[in-house]
Nanobody, 121 residues
């Protein structure tokens, strides 16, 4: 059993910062690639940022220069630091991860339920 729980969402003014966290728990051996996705009403889900086990990152163009993805493997936690937020960033942000699980080292893909980020005055 693996669970991903996001936190840190909420209402923020345009231009403001927000930091999201994703905690992975359960029968974890290790976590491989992780990513933050978002989905706004009427739009498809998109990958906002991804990070490999080696710390390599990638971002959707609209997030480059504003968002920073990071991970703390000692805490099984991933972060998304968002700055200069815009109304178009409003969406449900979900955590996704490939996780190797106990006891046999199986690799599976898991999702969190998501956390709402609303950028509005």
């Amino acid at each position: 059993q693996v669970q991903l729980v996001e936190s840190g969402g909420g209402l923020v003014q345009p231009g403001g910062p927000l930091r999201l966290s994703c905690v992975v728990s359960g029968s974890i051996l290790s976590i491989d690639i992780m990513g933050w996705y978002r989905q706004a009403p009427g739009k498809r889900r998109e990958l906002v940022a991804g990070i490999t086990r080696d710390g390599e990152t990638n971002y959707v163009d609209s997030a480059k220069g504003r968002f920073t993805i990071s991970r703390d493997d000692a805490k099984n936690t991933m972060y998304l630091e968002m700055n200069s937020l815009k109304p178009e960033d409003t969406a449900v942000y979900s955590c996704n991860a490939d996780v190797y699980t106990r006891p046999w080292g199986y690799r599976g893909n898991y999702w969190g339920r998501g956390t709402q980020v609303t950028v509005s005055s």
